[in-house]
């Protein structure tokens, strides 16, 4: 069925303008800084403005070009906010590896693969989890049950 506007880019494009509008005017609570010194407001401004750009790019030539509509797929929606819930209640009474495991198998409970490949996405998803927030960053998080 076709409608007027491509939705899907229009409907993108805006949000990521939106998005890239909230980041950039709220960063500029914090100081700027300049190129060779930034300071805490540079980064989320400078990358607000180009997403909201970005999103702009998007949204505008989607505005004359024909588009199907939108088809909301409310299993993977449904399963995805399960796996978010699952995450934030999980994460210190479990630690950060088996509730991004837990999270990351329900958010692949819609997913035709196999059971081995699940579990397979589901370790490197909390590898890197890992690897990413206590490691790289440095986030003071519980890894195991007992290191809450």
Known sequence: ????RDIHDLVGGLLMTAAGLFFALYGERYT???AARMGPGYFPVV?????AVLGLLVALPAWWRRGTGITVQW???LWSIAALL?????????????SSFLAALLSLVPSAMALR????????VA???TLIFPV???MILPLWPWSA
């Open 1 to 4: 069925m076709k409608t007027t």
């Open 32 to 34: 700027f800084g300049t």
């Open 47 to 51: 990358l607000g403005w180009t997403l």
């Open 75 to 77: 299993n993977n929606l």
């Open 86 to 98: 699952a995450f934030a209640f999980a994460l210190h009474p479990l630690g950060l590896v088996l």
């Open 117 to 124: 490949t699940r579990l397979t996405v589901c370790a490197v």
């Open 127 to 129: 590898l890197l989890t």
């Open 136 to 138: 790289g960053l440095q």
